[in-house]
T-cell receptor, first 113, second 108 residues
Framework: EPEVTQTPSHQVTQMGQEVILRCVPISNHLYFYWYRQILGQKVEFLVSFYNNEISEKSEIFDDQFSVERPDGSNFTLKIRSTKLEDSAMYFCASSGGRVQPQHFGDGTRLSIL | DAKTTQPTSMDCAEGRAANLPCNHSTISGNEYVYWYRQIHSQGPQYIIH???NNETNEMASLIITEDRKSSTLILPHATLRDTAVYYCPVYNFNKFYFGSGTKLNVKP
């Protein structure tokens, strides 16, 4: 069964450094998402991406965040200057349509020191 | 804001049916009901979704009340591997709002 894959599984970064989280969505999907989950808290929406542009973003997704689909298979989340509070699990998801289920990857654990 | 309410936790004996309720009284007429689960810190796993009719797949059954204000996810024969947090997230404008979910403990 096709799945969303994310790399790395764990990323440790010094505060202030840039980090790029990578995702390979399911191949025929057209809608892409990032969510995050701070330890012990709820899963929170960050951003949705369709047709090579952001379609929706949350208040969390400020100017320090950006997303890109650099080629036909990868979808990336960049945090320009990381803060301690960016430490969380980051989940990528994709779906084949607006009302189709979103399928999630197993996440990247981001630890900011 | 639209939201869903679920019990914080439930217990179920292995091999028995697990019935997980969700109240979504503010759902609008064209919004689907979705169910996901999260095992440990893995990504949310899609289980099932429906609009008005009851649905069944290889994982579970979904019962939606006629007024669509609530639904029940049924795991017909729960196993220890079904221990997880179960969510019925609000789907709004192409994104999910996850609540705290129901922690289902399947016991031997």
């Amino acid at each position: 069964e096709p799945e969303v894959t994310q790399t790395p599984s764990h990323q440790v970064t010094q505060m202030g450094q840039e980090v790029i989280l990578r995702c390979v969505p399911i191949s025929n999907h057209l809608y892409f998402y990032w969510y995050r989950q701070i330890l012990g808290q709820k899963v929170e929406f960050l951003v949705s991406f369709y047709n090579n542009e952001i379609s929706e973003k949350s208040e969390i997704f400020d100017d320090q965040f950006s997303v890109e689909r650099p080629d036909g298979s990868n979808f990336t989340l960049k945090i320009r200057s990381t803060k301690l509070e960016d430490s969380a699990m980051y989940f990528c998801a994709s779906s084949g349509g607006r009302v189709q289920p979103q399928h999630f990857g197993d996440g990247t654990r981001l630890s900011i020191l | 804001d639209a939201k869903t309410t679920q019990p914080t936790s439930m217990d179920c004996a292995e091999g028995r049916a697990a019935n997980l309720p969700c109240n979504h009284s503010t759902i609008s007429g064209n919004e689907y009901v979705y169910w996901y689960r999260q095992i440990h810190s893995q990504g949310p796993q899609y289980i099932i979704h429906g609009l008005k009719n009851n649905e069944t797949n290889e994982m579970a059954s979904l019962i939606i009340t006629e007024d669509r204000k609530s639904s029940t996810l049924i795991l017909p024969h729960a196993t220890l591997r079904d221990t997880a947090v179960y969510y019925c997230p609000v789907y709004n404008f192409n994104k999910f709002y996850f609540g705290s979910g129901t922690k289902l403990n399947v016991k031997p």
